[in-house]
């Protein structure tokens, strides 16, 4: 298994307060993804790094931010977090391209009252 | 619209019998081809994938059939275990379509097909 570990695995949060969701990966891979999964639509990119600092919007990056300080970290922030972002939120990896095979967390679980 | 579709969103199955799952894909321009398979509360592992040079990949009881002219991939299961129950994800990528930059080079994502294997 690639080493992926997210953090924290599940959470409660209220409508309006900022939340911050870290993958942190130990294959030192060079892009990193942040995916949400909801019934009836699969896996959706938020947003990715294609290295340190660099990173660039998904399918669905409203309401998101990220930050890649080091190539192993990559932080999902909500900034003000709404019911809308109730999901399961799974981080991947992976080394040559963008394109190729994707290397998947164990995901983190999202709850907004 | 969506580019990746998995048109069958459940699909059951006897135990040591064939699954198939479907995939239909829009976009000529992918030329790369993966499965996931998903269990309850773990993230999606990569299964097996195909180039669109190929138009089949075995891998043990898994083998992917790619069909380019009418745009259809399918995954076969043989035979059929109740640990292969799961939710099954096709994905797709292009080569040339990272040249357009943005996200348009990353994997595309259908919706899911959840497999029952039934003892």
């Known amino acids: 298994d690639a080493g992926i570990t997210q953090s924290p695995r599940h959470k409660v949060t209220e409508t309006g307060t900022p939340v911050t969701l870290r993958c942190h990966q130990t294959e030192n891979h060079r892009y990193m993804y942040w995916y949400r999964q909801d019934p009836g639509h699969g896996l959706r990119l938020i947003h990715y790094s294609y290295g340190v600092k660099d990173t660039d919007k998904g399918e669905v990056s409203d309401g998101y931010s990220v930050s890649r300080s080091k190539t192993e970290d990559f932080l999902l922030t909500l900034e003000s977090a709404t019911s809308s972002q109730t999901s399961v939120y799974f981080c991947?990896?992976?080394?040559?391209?963008?394109?190729?095979?994707?290397?998947f967390g164990p995901g983190t679980r999202l709850l907004v009252l | 619209d969506q580019q990746v579709k998995q048109n069958s969103p459940s699909l059951s199955v006897q135990e040591g019998r064939i699954s198939i799952l479907n995939c239909d894909y829009t976009n000529s321009m992918f030329d790369y081809f993966l499965w996931y398979k998903k269990y309850p509360a773990e993230g999606p592992t990569f299964l097996i994938s195909i180039s669109s040079i190929k138009d089949k990949n075995e891998d043990g009881r898994f083998t992917v059939f790619l069909n380019k002219s009418a745009k259809h991939l399918s995954l076969h299961i043989v035979p059929s275990q109740p640990g292969d129950s799961a939710v099954y994800f096709c994905a797709a990528s292009g080569r040339e379509l990272r040249n357009y930059g943005g996200s348009q080079g990353n994997l595309i994502f259908g919706k899911g097909t959840k497999l029952s294997v039934k003892p």
């Open positions: 991947a990896i992976s080394d040559r391209d963008t394109g190729d095979a994707q290397y």
